[in-house]
């Protein structure tokens, strides 16, 4: 039991996203042979909370057979000395030397490293040589999301990241050289991600945690019609076949689903019945040979457990057939990430 874990018990208050708040809901694993990659989760040593290969595998080795996983990047271990453009570098040096680890233990391997670079930068090239040197195999894409200011809700529509052109330019020499690109941002983004997506489509965009329909704050008053809002934008963005949708991280807080505020946690049948919507309509929208499955670990474990979130998963997938759920758990994430 860890120091804040003990803190928290002998309080009598278990603090969700805790070790002993998550073992609040056990429940037997599904389908635990079916082989899993996991494409999305982040590692990071903080003052607040540490994340690295053995709480990893803590959760992957919880009952479900993950192979392999994919890290995205979250602005950890940055370079502190040296050219600005190249600190980002420091992430993926971080990065490759715990994957190198994953390989010779006994849990999954950090099989991909998607790092965060400005496609903006005129040294974006020599970045991407960086990146590629730095993770001695294991380099898949870029990720840059908007700025903090566009983030901000409600905001007056504007001209953004998704319109400047020298990031569109950016996001094109990417797809040049063989890499993918993960978007993320909130679900009134979207239409400029699908204006985005439409302008450069030789490149293979990532579309993260479904456009993020947030649902707290002001606009927990607004689920619904954020809801047809992002229905809508979904049907659109899928008609552009360079773009794959991620199908997970809605257990954020600004998701607004409030498990991170009870006392225990859910199980997997409420988190179906309270997201399976949002799988379904995109499942449809894209097929699942343009989906996959992620955990967004450790950001989602405030919510729920890994092995609930994936037998969530399973009884969604279950309404799929056999290709389907192979697909979306295994084989898009393979093919995509260059995996195999």
């Known amino acids: 039991m860890t120091d804040s874990l003990k803190k928290d018990t002998e309080a009598g208050d278990l603090k969700p996203g805790s070790e002993a708040w998550l073992d609040q809901i056990q429940e037997p694993v599904i389908d635990p042979e079916r082989p899993i990659i996991d494409p999305h989760h982040h590692l990071w ?10 709480e990893l595998w803590i959760d ?3 009952g479900h057979n993950i192979v392999k996983t994919v890290f995205m990047e979250c602005g950890e271990g940055y370079r502190e000395d040296g050219p600005e453009h190249l ?7 971080f990065v490759e030397a715990i994957a190198s680890a994953s390989r010779d233990g006994a849990g999954p391997s950090i099989a991909g490293i998607v790092a965060h670079a400005d496609l903006r930068s005129p040294y974006l ?3 991407l040589d960086a990146h590629e040197t730095a993770g001695k195999g294991l380099f898949r ?5 908007p700025p903090a200011e566009e983030f901000t809700k409600p905001k007056t529509p504007r001209e953004g990241l998704y319109e400047d052109p020298k990031f ?4 094109a020499r990417l797809g040049e050289r063989g890499y993918t690109f993960d978007a993320w941002h909130f679900h009134d ?3 400029a991600f699908h204006a985005l997506a439409a302008a450069v489509p030789e490149t293979t965009i990532i579309l993260d945690h479904f456009g993020t ?8 008053k607004n689920r619904e019609e954020i809801y047809t809002e992002w229905q809508n934008d979904i049907t659109d963005i899928a008609k552009c076949p360079n773009v794959i949708a991620k199908l997970g991280g809605l257990a954020m807080p600004f998701n607004g689903f409030g498990w991170d505020q009870r006392a225990i946690p859910p199980t997997s049948d409420e988190f179906v019945e309270m997201q399976q919507r949002y799988y379904d309509h995109t499942i449809q929208c894209f097929g699942a040979e343009r989906c996959m499955f992620e955990s967004n670990f450790p950001v989602d474990r405030r919510s729920l457990s890994y092995h609930v979130l994936w037998n969530g998963l399973k009884k969604i997938a279950s309404n799929y057939s056999e290709t389907d759920q192979s697909s979306m758990f295994y084989d898009t994430a393979a093919r995509v990430y260059k995996l195999m």
Not at 141 to 145: D, S
Not at 213 to 220: A, L, N, T
């Open 87 to 93: 600190k980002p570098v420091g992430e993926t040096e």
């Open 189 to 191: 983004q979207n239409p």
């Open 125 to 127: 090239d020599d970045v």
């Open 141 to 145: 894409g870029i990720r840059q999301y």
């Open 60 to 62: 992957t080795r919880s």
């Open 213 to 220: 329909p947030i649902g707290s704050g002001p606009d927990s």
């Open 45 to 54: 040593d903080r003052e607040e909370s540490t994340y690295l290969l053995d």
């Open 168 to 171: 569109r330019e950016g996001l």
